[in-house]
């Protein structure tokens, strides 16, 4: 471990202000995808500590709440640029558990924090409402609370940037959170801890919980009655556990589950650039997020052109050990996303699709797998229904508009759609016809802190980012004023 401040690398968790070991002193390893070396250990945290964390942000969230808007943004911002001050670290301690390139590292950091900056300044803006009322003597004045406290679930894919963006809105809106990071990638979250600490962040207000599995630390967190929300990122089988367990006290709830990002290519298209487009949407993170196409469907009068083009740019892509100069697709998370990335392929294979690039296990080893580009795929494929996680783009093709929006829809997901053509009309039109909470059109890549990140149908509830991520921390208030 070569950091130029050691001390962000934390093998403890945090909670109520302090490090601490289990009760019961287990600890659990963490390692390094690209090498399978232990980076080190951390605690294995149950129901018992995580019902400790909550009650101590319960305890801190009255002091929390009464600072005005001004004060908890200047402490976002002293946070925000901590982060920024040790993006190096933050970024090398991601490469080292999670595997992506230090360019794409570096990228998050700076991604994750700017959700910090952004929450700073919207927190000054919670504005309320005067309604004019029906009686003379009335007046009625609509405020914005904070909800309470919070409990959020995040993945590996986005060590950084899916604490920051659920824990910024939170804190600006003055509620507390506890958070349990994904077991393969707790040092992000616990170096975050470490800077939120320095930045004065007061004891209780953001703990982390670690935990080599979910569900004790998720059913405590669904069901304590102290715990007014639960935020989660991941798939969709288990936000539907936790909204399944949140219904016993009623939380409120967001959640960003699984996705089956279609993206179509009209003959009307800029060719290059929708492969540029593809290239940024497909194999990002090594074809690991949400947000990643997992369907690319083509017209029937391109899909030659495209499928060469394309083939070409996936050919130059380089795998290795993400510290490593000129390497952009790292390693997969574990074995299991390995097999899963295999099956599709094979299933794909059997039933016609042709490799056009990659298509097997990396000569590296480990779970180093070849970008992969399938030709002639066809909708009775797994790829078709069922999100891949990995770096394999399966190529559809398509006769009509009509035709293509039936396809794109045909899925229970419903997070990022992309698109790319040059007709303004289709633009309109298609742009209304999907059935998704993002639409890129004529780019692969959308997200910001800016505008609002979500998912309709089973792909979530709710949006993070923007004006509306600080809606998602904030109750409505009426107060009815009579006798004036
Ligand atoms: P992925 O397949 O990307 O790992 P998961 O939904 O399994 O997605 O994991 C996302 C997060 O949910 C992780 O922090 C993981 O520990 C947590 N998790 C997994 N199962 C449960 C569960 N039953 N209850 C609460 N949290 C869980």
Not at 11 to 20: K, L, S, T
Not at 225 to 248: D, W
Not at 289 to 294: A, E, G, L, R, Y
Not at 325 to 340: D, R, Y
């Amino acid at each position: 471990m070569k950091l130029n401040d050691n001390s962000l690398f934390r093998q403890q968790a945090y909670v109520n202000g302090n490090w601490i070991d289990a009760d019961d002193g287990k600890t659990f390893e963490v390692t390094n995808p690209a090498t399978n070396e232990v980076i080190g250990t951390v605690p294995d945290l149950g129901a018992a500590e995580t019902k400790r964390a909550i009650e101590a942000a319960n305890e801190a969230w009255p002091a929390w709440r009464a600072k005005t808007a001004a004060e908890r943004s200047a402490i976002l911002e002293t946070w925000f640029n901590l982060i920024m001050e040790n993006q190096a670290d933050l970024a090398a301690l991601m490469t080292l558990e999670q595997g992506k390139s230090i360019a794409e590292s570096t990228g998050e950091v700076a991604y994750g924090a700017s959700f910090i900056k952004w929450f700073a300044e919207e927190c000054k803006r919670v504005y309320g409402d005067t309604i004019p009322s029906k009686n003379t003597d009335q007046r009625i004045v609509v405020t914005k609370e904070p909800i309470g406290v919070c409990a959020a679930i995040t993945p590996w894919n986005f060590p950084n940037a899916m604490i920051t963006r659920k824990a910024a809105p939170a804190f600006g809106a003055g509620c507390p959170m506890v958070v349990k990071p994904a077991e393969a990638t707790p040092f992000s979250a616990l170096a975050l801890a470490e800077l939120a600490e320095r930045a004065g962040i007061p004891a209780g207000i953001f703990s982390v919980v670690t935990a080599s599995q979910g569900k004790d630390v998720g059913e405590e967190m669904t069901t304590n009655p102290i715990v007014r929300k639960v935020t989660f990122t991941g798939s969709t089988a288990v936000g539907k556990i936790l909204m399944k367990q949140c219904s016993s006290t009623l939380k409120k709830m967001s959640l960003e589950l699984g996705g089956n990002a279609p993206f179509i290519v009209f003959e009307d298209a800029d060719l290059d650039a929708a492969v540029e487009g593809l290239m940024v949407s497909k194999y990002r993170n090594s074809g690991q997020t949400c947000v990643c196409t997992n369907r690319t469907i083509v017209h029937e009068s391109v899909y030659d052109e495209f499928a060469a083009k394309l083939a070409a740019k996936v050919g130059e892509l380089k795998v290795g050990d993400g510290f490593e100069e000129g390497v952009n697709q790292g390693p997969l998370i574990n074995m299991a996303a390995v097999e899963k990335v295999e099956d599709h392929i094979s299933d794909a294979v059997e039933k016609g699709a042709k490799v056009l690039v990659g298509g097997k296990r990396h000569e590296l080893g480990k779970t180093f797998f070849e970008p992969t580009l399938l030709a002639n795929v066809t909708t009775d494929m797994k790829v078709t229904y069922e999100e891949t996680f990995g770096p394999v783009a399966p190529l559809f093709s398509f006769k009509t508009e009509a035709e293509a929006i039936q396809m794109a829809n045909d899925t229970e997901f419903g997070l990022a759609a992309y698109f790319f053509s040059r007709d303004i009309g289709r633009s309109w039109r298609v742009s209304e016809a999907l059935e998704y909470g993002m639409v890129g059109v004529n780019s692969g890549l959308i997200s910001t802190e800016v505008a609002p990140f979500g998912g309709v149908k089973e792909s979530g509830l709710g949006r993070e980012g923007s004006k509306f991520g600080l809606d998602e921390y904030l109750e409505t208030k009426y107060i009815c004023m009579a006798g004036v």
